[in-house]
C-alpha cells in the first residue's frame, strides 16, 4: 500500500540544483503563468513546450496573478501591482508602502479587486498591517476606496474560546 510505505527524506547534495519555491499560479489565454520566490515569473506554453521569463525591477517577489485577456497584473510582496504585457513591457500601477497583495480578481475587463494582507516581514522582524481589500479601475488608473467589509477585526480579540 502507498500509505504504509515510507521513504528516505532527501536531501541536496552539493551539486544538487534547488528550484525556487513558487509563489503564484495562474492559467489564462491560453498559457500557464508561474512566479517563484526569486522574482521570476515565467509563461509557459503547454502545447509547444515553449516558454518565455520575465522579471520585475529590483526582482521583486509576486505573490498574486490576474489576467484581464490582454495583460498580467502581478502584485507584489512590496504592496505593489504591476501591468506586464506580452511584450515584456512593465508597468506599475500601484506603489505600496509596505503591504502585501495576496489576492487579484477582475470583476469585469477593467475592475480589478486586490487584497492588501497583514503580515510579519523576517527581513525587518516587524509586523505590518495591510490594507484590506481595494478597487482599481486599470483604464483610468484610479484607486477606488477600501471597503468597510475588509476591514480587519480588532486586534485586541485575537483570542479564541474554545468552549463554544
Same mark, same amino acid.
Given at each position: 500500500?502507498?500509505?504504509s510505505e !515510507?521513504?528516505p527524506? &532527501?536531501?541536496l547534495?552539493a551539486?544538487?540544483?534547488?528550484?525556487p519555491?513558487s #509563489?503564484?499560479v495562474?492559467w489564462?489565454?491560453g498559457?500557464l503563468w508561474?512566479?517563484?520566490?526569486?522574482?521570476?515569473? #515565467?509563461?509557459?506554453? @503547454?502545447q509547444t513546450q @515553449?516558454?518565455k %521569463?520575465y522579471?520585475?525591477p529590483?526582482?521583486?517577489v509576486?505573490?498574486?496573478l490576474?489576467s484581464?485577456g %490582454?495583460a498580467?497584473?502581478a502584485? #507584489?510582496?512590496g504592496?505593489?501591482i504591476?501591468q506586464?504585457s506580452?511584450?515584456?513591457? %512593465?508597468? %506599475?500601477i500601484?506603489e505600496?508602502? !509596505?503591504g502585501w497583495? !495576496?489576492? *487579484?480578481?477582475?470583476?469585469n475587463?477593467?475592475? *480589478?479587486?486586490y487584497a492588501?494582507?497583514?503580515?510579519?516581514?523576517?527581513k525587518d522582524?516587524r509586523? &505590518?498591517?495591510?490594507?484590506g481589500?481595494?478597487? *482599481?479601475?486599470?483604464e483610468?488608473?484610479?484607486e477606488?476606496?477600501?471597503h468597510p467589509f475588509a476591514e480587519q477585526?480588532?486586534?485586541? !480579540?485575537?483570542?479564541?474560546?474554545?468552549s &463554544?
Open positions: 500500500m502507498l500509505a !515510507s521513504r527524506a &532527501h536531501t547534495a551539486n544538487d540544483i534547488a528550484y519555491e #509563489t503564484a495562474l489564462a489565454d498559457f508561474t512566479a517563484n520566490d526569486s522574482g521570476l515569473l #515565467t509563461r509557459w506554453d @503547454d @515553449d516558454y %521569463q522579471r520585475l529590483n526582482e521583486l509576486i505573490r498574486a490576474a484581464d %490582454q498580467i497584473f502584485g #507584489t510582496e504592496g505593489d504591476w506586464i506580452d511584450d515584456g513591457t %512593465q508597468a %506599475q500601484i505600496g508602502e !509596505s497583495i !495576496s489576492a *487579484l480578481a477582475f470583476r475587463d477593467q475592475d *480589478l479587486w492588501d494582507a497583514s503580515h510579519f516581514n523576517p522582524l509586523y &505590518h498591517g495591510g490594507r481589500v481595494g478597487l *482599481l479601475d486599470t483610468k488608473g484610479d477606488g476606496a477600501h477585526p480588532d486586534r485586541k !480579540s485575537t483570542r479564541l474560546n474554545s &463554544h
